[in-house]
């Protein structure tokens, strides 16, 4: 798919996709294009692993372009001759930030203008992108067998998450044979349904998916604040399995229960809880031997606190050999709770502490406001703000949303207005005279680390009171 785009883009005018490749921004700033010193902000060690993955797989990506482009440039008219690496990225980050992907419809055929295409310039370019995934290392039967569609438009509307967001879209296909098809006028279409009423000038969003902070980074280039399906692991954990005694009852409850999957993949959710699986399995991993017999087992401290639990019937059916699950155990679960306190202390230490908190706090704020009148400035006038080719790109994009949309707004300068805004950008900087905020790309990867960072830690801190033992 970046191979086409590619193509279609060099064509210029005579391209049937013209209108589209035209209103495509210029560049885009995902993670694979950070430099290692950037990436080490972000605070997050799995998060930088993909990221130089996704560097990686660019990289794979434009050595089997430089290696096979010229024979096959000049047997299929590919026009693909004089690719530079920055074109491959930018063609492998537009499909990656604004394609979708899902399982095509049999019933429907192929989207122009592919259909249109030579069969042979497809043949080649899937050549070639049999020869990077081979040089990147991923095996064919691993590729990914959904289709990946370019949607006009769609892939244009920012991003929300669907809970609670009072009417995020989602995109779905009406087939030719949908039961209201004639009814509706369908004829293989996509459609933006909302779940909710959009009021009128309100903005049009679509949710990309049930996707964490670091998924969203990693493939669009953004995070939220407060995201409802962000997550934060908890490798901590994992220790707790290392007291196991082999081959005894309470490791083969654990694994019988599944219990043990739920410790290798502990994890925090947005508002600092662990899963009820993890709690238990912690307590199955820290109860007393005492408690554990006198549960039966794992099973028996599913909860945190069970009937009988100042002693007395549990005791005496435990005694009868009557229910001996029903067992005190608070003295388990506050073991459990102890144990994640210390996972979370342990993953708030590699960021910096609670102190380290609050300064990015402080840090996250200042830059914010920057970011808010910079954007202020260039709204206003958009040919003083940065280099000549982003001013006519942003000329660009604006008269394609003059042309065709009502209000002609683009998404990117709807500005956040400081509380307090500085009297102009270039007085802002003055604030930060040992940061080299010299260009948009610059304040921008900083403003996305300290977002990034700020969320983790405050969950981890979250987690932290409520998991410390009082």
């Given at each position: 798919?970046a ?30 294009c ?6 080490e ?11 130089r993955?996704q ?18 440039d ?7 001759g004089?690719?530079t ?17 899902a399982k ?6 192929v ?42 438009f769609?892939?244009?509307l ?6 609670g ?37 309100a903005e ?5 998916g ?29 220790d ?9 009852a ?27 699986n ?17 549960a ?26 009557e229910?001996p699950?029903?067992v ?22 590699k960021?910096?502490?609670?102190d ?30 940065g280099?000549?080719?982003?001013a006519?790109y ?7 949303l ?53 969320t ?15």
């Amino acid at each position: 798919m970046a191979l086409v785009l590619l193509r279609e883009r060099s064509l210029g005018d005579d391209s049937a996709w013209a209108p589209y490749i035209a209103q495509l921004p210029a560049g885009y700033d995902l993670l694979g294009c950070w430099t290692d010193d950037q990436l080490e902000e972000l605070q997050c060690e799995r998060l930088q692993d993909a990221a130089r993955a996704q560097r990686a797989e660019n990289n794979a990506a434009f050595d089997a372009v430089r290696m096979n482009v010229s024979a096959y440039d000049s047997d299929y008219d590919l026009g693909l001759g004089a690719l530079t690496k920055e074109d491959v990225v930018w063609g492998l980050n537009t499909v990656r930030s604004r394609s979708y992907r899902a399982k095509y419809p049999s019933s429907c055929g192929v989207l122009p203008p592919l259909s249109n295409l030579e069969g042979k310039t497809l043949d080649a370019a899937a050549l070639l992108t049999k020869s990077a995934r081979q040089r990147s290392g991923e095996k064919s039967e691993s590729a990914n067998k959904e289709s990946v569609f370019m949607l006009p438009f769609l892939d244009a509307l920012n991003h929300r998450d669907n809970k609670g967001s009072g009417g995020a879209t989602k995109l779905v296909f009406m087939s030719p044979l949908e039961d209201d098809a004639a009814e509706r006028g369908a004829k293989g279409t996509f459609e933006l349904r909302s779940p909710a009423a959009v009021e009128k000038d309100a903005e049009a969003v679509v949710c990309y998916g049930d996707k964490n902070n670091e998924e969203l980074l990693l493939r669009y280039g953004f995070c939220v604040e407060n995201g409802v399906h962000d997550e934060i692991t908890l490798p901590g954990c994992m220790d707790e399995l290392e007291w196991v005694m082999p081959g005894s009852a309470r490791e083969s409850d654990l694994k019988a229960e599944r219990l043990d999957e739920a410790v290798k993949r502990a994890r925090l959710n947005d508002e600092g809880k662990a899963s009820v699986n993890l709690l238990w399995a912690l307590r199955v991993l820290l109860a007393s031997d005492a408690t554990y017999e006198a549960a039966g087992g794992a099973k028996g401290l599913m909860r945190a606190s069970l009937p009988g639990e100042d002693g007395g019937e549990a005791a005496d059916a435990a005694e009868d050999g009557e229910r001996p699950g029903e067992v005190d155990a608070t003295e388990a679960q506050l073991a459990a709770e102890a144990s994640l306190a210390l996972a979370c202390e342990q993953e708030l230490a590699k960021m910096g502490g609670r102190d380290a908190l609050a300064e990015d706090e402080i840090n996250y704020e200042a830059a914010s406001k920057v970011s808010a009148q910079i954007e202020i400035e260039c709204a206003e006038d958009a040919e003083a703000c940065g280099t000549p080719e982003e001013a006519e790109y942003l000329r660009r994009v604006l008269d394609f949303l003059s042309r065709r949309f009502s209000p002609p707004i683009p998404r990117w300068f709807q500005s956040r207005h400081a509380s307090t805004p500085f009297n102009s950008a270039s007085d802002a900087f003055q604030l930060h005279p040992d940061v080299a905020l010299n260009d948009g790309t610059t304040l921008r990867r900083l403003l996305i680390a300290l977002r990034f960072r700020v969320t983790r830690k405050r969950v981890l801190a979250m987690a932290l009171d409520r998991y410390t033992p009082k």
